[in-house]
C-alpha cells in the first residue's frame, strides 16, 4: 500500500512538472518579444539622451553630455518635483477612496460583488482620453461640479478648478482609482471575516480593528495598488494638458513638448531617463516590501 501511495505521488510531482515546463514554453515567445522591444527602446533612447541634433533638429547619434547636463536646469527640477508631489498625492486620494469601497464590496457586497465591481470597472474600458475630456466638463467654470459648490456657497464666480494643481490632481485621481479598487477588494476578499470578528473582541472597536487587523492583513493589497497609482500617475500628460495651465505641468508633458514641438530629442530622451529612473526606484522598493512581507508570512 506504501508502494502505491508513493507511485502516485511520484506520477503527480510528474504530471505537476510537465504541465509547468508546457506552460513555461507557451510564455517563452511573448516574454522574448515583450523583453526584446522593452530592452531595444530602452537602449535606443539612452543613446539618443547623448546625441546631437542637425540644423533642422532631427536626432543624431553622437556623444554630448549637453541634454543629460541640462536635467540639473532648475525648470526641469521643479517639473520633475511637482509632478512626483502630483503623483503621491493622487495616490494617497486613491487609497482614501478606494478602501472604503472595496471594503464595502468585499465585505458587504453579497451576491451582487461581480456586479458592483463590474459596475466600477467596465466605464473605464473606454478611451482615457475621451474620459479625461469629459472630465474637463464636469469641472469646467460652467459644469456641474462648480454649479453645486456655488448653490450651496461653497464657492463663488471667481472660483475655479480646472488650470490649477486640483484640477489636474482630480484628474489623475478620476483616471486610476480603478487600479487601487482593484487589488484592495482582491485582499479583502481573501480576508478570513473570523478575524476581524476576533479583533473585535480583543481591540473593541471597529477603528482599532482596522488598524491592528484589517489593514496590517491587507498591506500587499494596499501597496500593489499604490504602485499601479503611481508608475502611470507620474509620466500621464493628459491630465495636465486638459484640466492644468502652464503652472501646473508635468514631466510628461515636458518630454511631449521636447520630441515634438521643441526638437529636442536629446533633451526629451534624458528627460525619459530621469522618469525611468525614479520609476524604477518605486517599483524596486515595492518589490522589496512585498520580500520583506513574503518572509514574515513564511516564520
Not at 8 to 20: E, F, S, V
Not at 249 to 267: A, C, R, Y
Request: aromatic share 10%; hydrophobic share 50%; glycine share 10%.
Amino acid at each position: 500500500m506504501a508502494l502505491l501511495r508513493h507511485f502516485a505521488r511520484a506520477r503527480r510531482r510528474g504530471r505537476d512538472a510537465t504541465g509547468t515546463r508546457m506552460w513555461t514554453w507557451f510564455m517563452l515567445p511573448g516574454t522574448l518579444w515583450m523583453t526584446g522591444f522593452l530592452i531595444a527602446s530602452l537602449a535606443l533612447v539612452a543613446v539618443l539622451a547623448v546625441g546631437t541634433t542637425d540644423d533642422l533638429g532631427n536626432p543624431r547619434f553622437g556623444f554630448d553630455l549637453a541634454g543629460v547636463r541640462a536635467l540639473a536646469d532648475p525648470a526641469y527640477t521643479e517639473v520633475l518635483a511637482r509632478s512626483l508631489g502630483y503623483a503621491l498625492l493622487t495616490c494617497a486620494i486613491c487609497l482614501l477612496i478606494a478602501y472604503p469601497v472595496a471594503y464595502t464590496i468585499a465585505l458587504y457586497g453579497g451576491r451582487y460583488k461581480n456586479a458592483l465591481i463590474a459596475a466600477i470597472v467596465v466605464p473605464f474600458f473606454a478611451n482615457y482620453l475621451v474620459r479625461m475630456y469629459g472630465w474637463s466638463v464636469v469641472l469646467s467654470d460652467d459644469g456641474p461640479v462648480l454649479r453645486a459648490l456655488r448653490a450651496v456657497g461653497l464657492a463663488d464666480s471667481g472660483t475655479k478648478i480646472l488650470n490649477t494643481g486640483v484640477g489636474v490632481v482630480a484628474g489623475l485621481v478620476y483616471g486610476f482609482v480603478v487600479f487601487m479598487i482593484i487589488p484592495l477588494y482582491a485582499a479583502l476578499e481573501r480576508l478570513d471575516v473570523s478575524l476581524i470578528e476576533a479583533g473585535r473582541d480583543l481591540y473593541g472597536g471597529p477603528v482599532r480593528t482596522f488598524f491592528h487587523v484589517t489593514l496590517p492583513a491587507t498591506r500587499q493589497g494596499a501597496a500593489a495598488g499604490l504602485v499601479l497609482v503611481f508608475l502611470p500617475a507620474m509620466g500621464d500628460f493628459v491630465s495636465a494638458q486638459l484640466m492644468g495651465g502652464p503652472d501646473q505641468i508635468m514631466i510628461g508633458n515636458l518630454i511631449q513638448d521636447k520630441f515634438f514641438q521643441g526638437q529636442n530629442w536629446p533633451l526629451g530622451s534624458a528627460l525619459t531617463m530621469l522618469l525611468m529612473l525614479v520609476l524604477l526606484v518605486g517599483m524596486l522598493g515595492y518589490l522589496r516590501r512585498t520580500r520583506k512581507d513574503e518572509a514574515e508570512a513564511r516564520r
